[in-house]
């Protein structure tokens, strides 16, 4: 069951803030966030377990709740190499990654 | 570390034709994944082997697509016979163990135009 990602696509100004969501109907056993420049491959950023962890990532943190079976990730005081697709991975048990359709994020000077 | 390699990059075709994608894994990754990026259905996965071994092709989508992985370090996705539908970019990806704590890395893809 893919995750389902928000928002579909943002745009900030260099500085600004953004919180990207995905959540899912099942339980999590793990999330995963990549990020993909436009014809470029995904690229890995973190992988968040189970226990309600957060990890950072320069300005890029993340936090996963698997009782609401959801993670956020977290984008503070954006640049302009922030901008891409950002994927969340999510994987219910010991089975490959089923990735959400992405959030597209722009930022402009 | 020379990373995932795939090839073609591109590769444009008539429709009928076979299509064979390749894939080098990670040196010393057990786990190797194809998926399929199209501006409607996103990443999906095709197929996924652990340790040379298909253990989830349930995403392949039809008898047109097959995939091996003969030994450790190559891998390959054909498409045989190949129609416009298939025009899409096939990431293959390794990790050290197929479970959801090891972190994928992909190829540079290879977009595939079926005329």
């Known amino acids: 069951q893919q995750p389902v990602q928000s928002p579909q696509a943002v745009i900030l100004r260099e500085g600004e803030d953004a919180v990207i969501n995905c959540s899912s109907s099942?339980?999590?056993?793990?999330v995963h966030w990549y990020r993909q420049k436009h014809g470029e491959a995904p690229v890995f950023l973190m992988i968040?377990?189970?226990?309600?962890e957060q990890k950072g990532h320069e300005k890029i943190s993340a936090s996963f709740n698997e009782k609401k079976q959801q993670s956020s990730l977290y984008l503070t005081a954006s640049q302009l190499s922030y901008s891409g697709t950002y994927f969340c991975g999510t994987e219910p048990g010991n089975t490959p990654l089923v990735f959400g359709k992405g959030t597209r994020l722009s930022v402009i000077a | 570390d020379a990373g995932v390699i795939q090839s073609p990059r591109h590769e444009v075709t008539e429709m009928g034709q076979e299509v064979t994608l390749r894939c080098k894994p990670i040196s010393g990754h057990n786990s190797l994944f194809w998926y399929r990026q199209t501006m409607m259905r996103g990443l999906e996965l095709l197929i996924y082997?652990?340790?040379?071994?298909?253990?989830?092709d349930s995403g392949m989508p039809e008898d047109r697509f097959s995939a091996k992985m003969p030994n450790a370090s190559f891998s390959t996705l054909k498409i045989q016979p190949s129609e416009p539908r298939d025009s899409a970019v096939y990431f293959c990806?390794?990790?050290?163990?197929?479970?959801?704590?090891?972190?994928?890395?992909f190829g540079n893809g290879t977009r595939l135009t079926v005329t």
């Open positions: 082997f652990n340790n040379n071994v298909p253990i989830d």
């Open positions: 990806a390794s990790s050290l163990r197929g479970s959801g704590n090891s972190p994928l890395h």
């Open positions: 099942k339980a999590l056993y793990s």
């Open positions: 968040l377990l189970k226990g309600g």
